[in-house]
């Protein structure tokens, strides 16, 4: 949350400098304040486990936020029971026509598999097309990162020669940042996936900034200079024994499967892991929040032309 500071007192300018919110008493007497609005886009099979993550870190924040849940019509979910589908999600065409503060875009395990060759791949980019303008900020995880930057940046992604699985160092680009404030200068980050961010080609856009990345790992957290997208290649919302669940599961089905890296103790899976990622992925879900609450009109309907402003204030700079 912001702090509400006197009128005029030195220490905003270097408040401001440090990318913290300093609102004076004029400006906080104005304010205008309700829910947020968030929808989800869950595209993962485990349905129920991952709205229980995201929601998990939601719920850090004092902000009171609501939360919808969207589906794709174009891909049968078959880890999930319908009756959950059709009482807690709706599809893409229930929200052409809302403004959301805030959107939230899962991975989904299609890394491997070329983009267009994804059978929800039309309907992926006629929700990523519609959040330009109808919501705030949208928050891409995993493939759902990689997905976004191919289709709004055309950066590709790249196959690695071997999945990169376990809990990886990352290395803070930008103390200051309001999305990574208070962060430690390395943090800790979960990876489960077969391919990464062609860095040589996001190199080539100025207006995407990587504000923490791996030292084996690439890029962890990517963000457009106004925050109205964010990429996050790992997830953050995995629990502690998210990464153990899928280490044996696919160790009982004889799938191969390494031990991931940095995280039972001792490297034996007989171990409880260690949750070392937890207080930084709760510090960048309430950033993300904190910074919606404080920049989204009070209006849901003057979000698109809010969004047009601040690309435009951008667009001066860059």
């Not at 929040?289 to 849901?300: A, G, R, S, V």
Request: net charge negative; proline share 6%.
């Amino acid at each position: 949350m912001p702090i509400n500071i006197p009128d005029g007192l030195p220490a905003k300018r270097i408040l401001h400098t440090e990318r913290i919110f300093a609102l004076e008493e004029e400006v906080a007497a104005t304010q205008q304040i309700r829910p947020l609005r968030v929808v989800i886009l869950n595209l993962m099979p485990t349905k129920v486990e991952t709205e229980t993550q995201l929601l998990r870190l939601i719920s850090k924040s004092p902000l009171q936020v609501s939360c919808d849940f969207m589906r794709v019509s174009s891909h049968t979910s078959t880890h999930v029971s319908q009756d959950h589908l059709v009482k807690f999600y709706d599809t893409f065409d229930t929200f052409r026509d809302k403004n959301y503060d805030g959107l939230i875009i899962t991975g989904a395990p299609v890394e491997q598999m070329a983009f267009e060759d994804v059978d929800y791949w039309k309907e992926f980019c006629e929700i990523v097309d519609w959040s330009q303008e109808h919501v705030f900020s949208t928050l891409y995880l995993c493939w759902g990162a990689l997905a976004g930057l191919y289709h709004l940046y055309g950066i590709p992604k790249k196959d690695l020669p071997s999945k990169l699985f376990g809990v990886f160092p990352q290395r803070l680009c930008d103390e200051y940042n309001f999305l990574t404030n208070g962060f430690d200068e390395v943090h800790n980050m979960p990876h489960s996936r077969h391919a990464a961010v062609d860095v040589n080609e996001l190199a080539t856009h100025p207006e995407l900034q990587v504000l923490s990345e791996g030292f084996t790992s690439g890029p962890a957290i990517i963000a457009t200079r106004d925050f109205h997208e964010i990429y996050v290649t790992g997830h953050f919302e995995y629990g502690r024994d998210t990464l153990s669940d899928e280490f044996w599961r696919d160790f009982h089905k004889g799938l191969p499967i390494r031990v991931p890296e940095n995280y039972f103790p001792d490297d034996d899976p007989e171990n409880q892991p260690i949750f070392t990622w937890r207080a930084h992925a709760n510090l960048l879900y309430r950033n993300w929040l904190n910074w919606i609450y404080q920049m989204t009109p009070y209006e849901f309907e003057e979000i698109p032309s809010e969004i047009r402003r601040l690309h435009e204030h951008v667009a001066d700079k860059f």
